[in-house]
């Protein structure tokens, strides 16, 4: 039935006009992030011809300086800049570092690929943790279950990231050398940080599923599903918990913000090649371009990946219609 | 309800049961797993990968994470002695022009002779970017296949010693020194992958001592508890520079040791007395300065702070970089006594909340930190501030994380003093004289210190030690400097000299800790049964 109403969907082209639609939005959305990414970084104290030397290793003469800040273009004005900046960045060139002197296109294109591993990893054991919990303390309100999965969620949302991951080092890799206490390679390598990364996104999923679930439970059709003769796993699964994906899905796509800012934490304490590692060596360097390029890849990341949360409702709820005007 | 339970029992147990799969590929070797010979192979945690991969500045391997695949005309040793390497001579032979000397017989990696051409080569490189030496290519001449002269431009003694900078590092003209270096070191580079791992393996027809190892991995660690984790675990074999903080965990664990080189850094308080506002001018006087010099228990502060892996300092230049310094200068020890009738002498008298006062007004300094980031030197400055209100003299602690930040501050004079540390990576014994304090440097970051020079005799002999071609006068003037800057003029309060510090587990051997971790040998190193 699902499946039926989607294909209904596409073919009215709805799905079509929908995604178009919310593409098109994306363009005042991603204009006024680099506006603000251009802008902020500029506000940033410090000379970035200077620093840009001094991250050379170059000698500080006035001249040198004059130099690079025309090379720089920092004696035009600020719009023009902007506006030569943005019109690299639609073609991906975003410069060249201030620290490595590689392209900063490069340098992010060859860590993506371990972050979005280290993203994907962290997110699902976040989900194989949150809805066993969830669901076991929605079912068993009030039990010693429930009680844990509240204090889990606590500790989850308390504890720092960079504390759980040397702890996680401490006791997997040091004490039981279970795993390797960094770097990249094998599925070993990927075990600890994405466990890190895991479990402090399980206890917010976990919290909702369980209040949403809850409130769920006590609908009418389930009380007419209980009534009918369906056991616990069919009331459960089958009415259930497909009522209650919607505003997990919701939260999701938000926690993708979540998500992109503990990589950056995980990514350093573990020494793993991403995105989120080259964020922090590209700000405390004061690596202007990098920083720029990561903040508005960031951005794009989490909007397409809040479009795609949006795109998933219909699937998930057949009442749902995407109509033109809309 | 039994069905939900076995459900999520079951989703458990798979849970754990793949977590556990996943380590199985780890861990011990089964007990009936015969023991190999040792593997001359070891793998190094280092911090983060700084290497320049583009432009003039590349230096792959070389800086500031020294592998051993390339080397400089001079070396440095662990001893400070500057000594010939792929050159055999640096002379001088008047109008600013050195003439140096090559060592023949020396191949690079892919089988090209070392000859004069790729000295120069070489050397144009480093000009156009960070030059020690102070040339330029058109200065840079070949005489012959294995002669080369190099012409300064100012008088320049101290060619020897920068030219033992790794970034002086020989290349041969078909390198590409971010990407494919070609040079000729002890260690071949064999593989990069950029902030995980760079991995050498021994150059078997390396023109000196081959080196013992046949292998080392290089992995780049950035977060220091993690790096000390690596090698408690023993993902790695020996960690470099390992922070104060977590030294005596180091030197605690089971089967590692904790090497300590001789002290190559220091750290200390600049004063400012130039181009100075009232209030910010209350360190012109003399007294002051000194009085806070008396004021500081840098014992204390050696071993509480930096637990004993560090020397109270006398001045701002280590013993070994300038042997001379100890007996040439008197320096400052902690003296309450005295730093109090140099404040009373200046007229700032105990007021009652235990701060000194003068003609109404609190004698309140700013000290300010951010060189390196405040962050990574705590709690130095917090203590130093609690060791100066001990005597009466108010602190107001300003910090940066940033260093552009900190320029900018300093650049608006609302400073008193500064706290910074410097590591001499070079034997030029003009280089942190010459390089920050003398207004004389026209070309480097010494106008970024124009608050805390000194004065024209200072110059005077800083001048004359770097541009002296006689090692012993160069010396005499760099000491005569160091009697003007410290007894004299007392322009800074040095603090603790610093050393570099490295844990490995006890099976590795050889190692000879170099004081400037950038001239690190690792040829000696070698994996013990």
């Avoid at chain 2, 730093?339 to 609190?362: S, V, Y």
């Avoid at chain 2, 320029?407 to 590591?423: A, F, K, N, Q």
Wanted: aromatic fraction near 10%; glycine fraction near 8%.
């Amino acid at each position: 039935m699902l499946a039926r109403s989607f294909a209904s969907n596409c073919r009215e082209g709805l799905i079509a006009t929908y995604v178009l639609r919310r593409l098109l939005q994306l363009i005042p959305v991603m204009l006024t992030v680099s506006v603000l990414t251009f802008g902020l970084i500029r506000l940033a104290p410090g000379d970035p011809a200077q620093v840009a030397l001094r991250n050379q290793g170059a000698m500080l003469t006035a001249e040198a300086i004059a130099q690079m800040r025309a090379q720089m273009g920092l004696n035009d004005p600020l719009p023009a800049q902007y506006a030569r900046w943005l019109g690299r960045a639609l073609r991906f060139d975003f410069g060249l570092s201030v620290r490595t002197g590689q392209p900063v296109s490069e340098a992010i294109a060859g860590r993506l690929l371990p972050t979005a591993q280290l993203a994907a990893a962290g997110l699902l054991i976040a989900i194989a943790i949150a809805f066993p919990l969830g669901i076991l303390a929605a079912v068993r309100q009030h039990s010693w279950i429930d009680h844990l999965s509240r204090l889990l969620a606590l500790a989850g949302a308390s504890i720092p990231s960079f504390w759980l991951g040397l702890l996680l080092i401490y006791y997997f890799a040091v004490v039981l050398d279970w795993f390797p206490a960094m770097g990249r390679g094998t599925p070993q390598h990927l075990a600890l940080p994405a466990l890190t990364l895991g479990l402090g996104l399980a206890p917010t999923f976990a919290r909702l599923l369980r209040a949403s679930l809850i409130e769920v439970l006590h609908e009418d059709y389930i009380r007419t599903a209980w009534a009918k003769g369906a056991n616990e796993s069919r009331v459960i699964y089958r009415h259930a918990l497909r009522n209650v994906l919607l505003p997990v899905v919701t939260v999701f796509g938000l926690t993708i913000a979540h998500l992109l800012g503990g990589v950056v934490v995980v990514e350093t304490i573990f020494a793993w090649p991403g995105v989120g590692q080259l964020t922090v060596d590209a700000i405390l360097t004061r690596d202007f371009p990098t920083v720029q390029a990561v903040v508005l890849l960031l951005s794009i990341v989490f909007v397409l990946a809040n479009l795609a949360v949006d795109l998933c409702y219909p699937l998930l709820d057949p009442r749902v219609r995407l109509q033109a005007k809309n | 309800m039994k069905r939900t339970r076995s459900f999520v029992l079951t989703l458990s147990i798979g849970l754990m049961a793949g977590l556990l799969l996943a380590a199985c590929g780890g861990g011990a070797a089964p007990a009936d797993t015969p023991v190999p010979a040792v593997p001359q192979e070891l793998v190094i945690g280092a911090a983060q990968d700084q290497y320049r991969l583009e432009g003039d500045g590349a230096n792959l391997g070389m800086y500031p994470l020294n592998t051993n695949i390339g080397e400089t005309l001079f070396k440095l040793t662990p001893d400070y002695k500057v000594i010939p390497w792929l050159a055999e001579s640096a002379t001088y032979i008047g109008n600013d022009t050195w003439e140096i000397k090559l060592r023949q017989g020396v191949k690079f990696h892919n089988g090209d002779e070392f000859d004069a051409e790729a000295a120069k080569w070489s050397l144009e490189k480093q000009s156009r970017w960070q030059p020690l030496v102070p040339t330029d290519a058109d200065n840079i001449k070949v005489v012959d296949k294995y002669t080369l002269t190099i012409t300064t431009r100012f008088p320049f003694g101290r060619v020897a010693e920068s030219l033992a900078h790794p970034s002086y590092a020989m290349y041969s003209p078909k390198s590409d020194p971010g990407k494919t270096p070609i040079t000729s070191g002890p260690f071949m580079l064999e593989s990069y992958k950029q902030n995980e791992e760079l991995v050498v393996v021994r150059n078997p027809d390396y023109w000196g001592q081959p080196p013992k190892l046949d292998k080392i991995t290089f992995r780049f660690i950035p977060d220091n508890s993690t790096r000390v984790l690596a090698l408690q675990s023993g993902d790695v074999d020996l960690i470099i520079t390992v922070p104060r903080e977590n030294a005596g965990q180091v030197a605690a664990m089971k089967d590692v040791t904790l090497s300590q080189a001789e002290p190559a850094g220091y750290f200390a308080l600049y004063f400012a007395t130039k181009e100075q506002v009232a209030p910010y001018d209350l360190l012109t006087d003399v007294r002051l300065r000194q009085a806070i010099n008396y004021a500081l228990d840098k014992e204390a502060i050696a071993n509480q702070v930096y637990e004993g892996y560090a020397l109270s300092a006398k001045s701002i230049t280590p013993p070994i970089v300038l042997p001379a310094i100890d007996s040439g200068i008197q320096g400052f020890s902690y003296d309450s006594a005295k730093a109090a009738t140099l404040l009373d002498e200046a007229g700032w008298k105990l007021g009652a909340d235990g701060i000194r006062e003068k003609d109404g007004e609190k004698l309140m300094l700013t000290l300010v930190s951010g060189f390196p980031p405040a962050n990574l030197i705590k709690p130095l400055p917090e203590v130093v501030k609690g060791q100066l209100e001990k005597a009466g003299i108010g602190v107001n602690l300003v910090e940066f994380n940033d260093i552009g930040a900190y320029y900018d501050y300093l650049d608006t004079g609302e400073v008193h003093m500064v706290i910074e540390s410097g590591t001499w990576n070079t034997a030029d014994i003009s280089f942190i004289p010459y390089g920050l304090f003398c207004g004389c440097n026209t070309e480097g970051e010494a106008v970024l210190y124009k608050r805390f020079w000194i004065n024209d005799d200072f110059e005077k002999q800083v001048l004359l030690s770097l541009s002296a071609t006689d090692a012993a006068e160069a010396e005499t003037a760099a000491v005569n400097a160091a009697k003007i800057w410290i007894d004299e003029y007392t322009s800074v309060a040095p603090i603790a000299y610093l050393s570099n510090l490295y844990g490995a587990v006890n099976k590795v051997k050889g190692l000879t800790p170099h004081p400037s971790g950038l001239n690190q040998d690792w040829s000696t190193v070698f994996i013990a049964p």
